[in-house]
């Protein structure tokens, strides 16, 4: 799809982050919107800033509606792409964007978590996916857009919740497309694979209390220590996204970090594990020793 202007798209995590910077970006473009997120309030001020973006045309005002969902939930999914072709009366695509993040070891993790972020990051893309489909083929220009990250093709100690999810939804995107591909359909798909991107991601992200001692200090020190890693903007990712769809890209990679760790993981495609072990426990040196100046200094100022 080379342009978006008139087009229709549905964007699942809108209220914030990428999903924000996709619809004011589309916005700019003429591109009408249906927005859904958990967080109502955050959702209609994604409304908001998207209509304010909006190319002002005479008589023909972007259309933007939105809708409050779970997008784990697999009948709201499908009752908000049926609202979707009945309010704009056609969709050309679909960014399957909503994600949470969970950060927890494998033996401490509460099944609750896991479902909660399989639930999340993995069905909600299915059905996201699922729902759409049939519109965006009705529609005769359609683009599938789902959400993986770099840690959908690099693992990382703690993250095993959040890795299994975003491995599956690459590999789920990846066959996706080739079924498309044989179609012919005038659908494709897209995996996107972003670095480190500032956004509320990390703050809003579930630490599990087994992680305290084991790879970091404290609940806010892991969240504020990980955010150092998000080196990207969300516009430049939503930027990098768009160009990624024009180009009708199978793979988009975000930000040096997501290339630097593909390249890693295809030049050592098992050994990589042992620099990241590495890193990981000269991180936790240092989170460890942070603290224990920290205590020590509020000891003195006690004294
Ligand atoms: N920020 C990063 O560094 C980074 C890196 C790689 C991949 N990603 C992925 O990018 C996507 C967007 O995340 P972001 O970084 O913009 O985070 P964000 O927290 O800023 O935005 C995520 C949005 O999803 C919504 N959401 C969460 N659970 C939901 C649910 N069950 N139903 C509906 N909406 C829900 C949240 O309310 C929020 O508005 C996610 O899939 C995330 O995993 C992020």
Redesign the pocket.
């Given at each position: 799809m080379k342009n978006f202007t008139d087009r229709v798209a549905a964007i699942?995590?809108?209220?914030?982050?990428?999903?924000?910077?996709l619809a004011i970006a589309l916005a700019r473009e003429g591109c009408h919107l249906s927005l859904?997120?958990?967080?109502a309030t955050?959702?209609a001020e994604t409304a908001q800033l998207a209509q304010a973006a909006a190319p002002q045309v005479v008589g023909a005002p972007l259309r933007i509606t939105t809708r409050a969902?779970?997008?784990?939930?697999r009948a709201a999914m499908f009752d908000w792409a049926a609202e979707t072709v009945a309010q704009h009366h056609r969709v050309n695509l679909v960014f399957?964007?909503?994600?949470?993040?969970l950060s927890s070891t494998i033996e401490g993790m509460e099944y609750s978590d896991l479902e909660w972020i399989v639930?999340?990051?993995f069905w909600?893309v299915v059905h996201g996916t699922k729902a759409f489909l049939p519109h965006l083929k009705a529609s005769g220009a359609g683009h599938i857009v789902n959400?993986?990250?770099?840690?959908?093709i690099f693992a990382q100690p703690g993250m095993s919740g959040?890795n299994a999810?975003?491995f599956a939804?690459r590999g789920f995107t990846e066959s996706l497309r080739q079924e498309l591909d044989l179609m012919n359909c005038g659908v494709s798909a897209t995996s996107?694979?972003?670095?480190?991107?500032?956004?509320?991601?990390?703050?809003?992200?579930r630490i599990s209390k087994n992680m305290i001692g084991f790879m970091i200090e404290s609940e806010q020190q892991g969240k504020d220590d990980f955010e150092k890693?998000?080196i990207?903007t969300?516009d430049e990712?939503a930027r990098v996204i768009l160009d990624g769809v024009r180009k009708n890209k199978r793979r988009v990679l975000?930000g040096r970090d997501?290339k630097a760790g593909d390249w890693l993981a295809r030049i050592l495609p098992s050994a990589y594990q042992v620099l990241v072990v590495m890193q990981t426990r000269r991180m936790a040196r240092i989170a460890h020793k942070r603290a224990l100046a920290r205590d020590a200094a509020a000891t003195s100022r006690r004294a």
């Open positions: 699942t995590g809108a209220g914030s982050g990428m999903g924000r910077s859904a997120d958990r967080n955050s959702l969902l779970d997008v784990s939930d399957n964007n909503a994600g949470v993040a639930g999340v990051n909600g959400t993986s990250s770099l840690f959908g959040y999810t975003k939804v996107v694979h972003p670095g480190g991107i500032q956004t509320g991601i990390a703050q809003s992200g890693f998000f990207t969300a990712a975000i997501a």
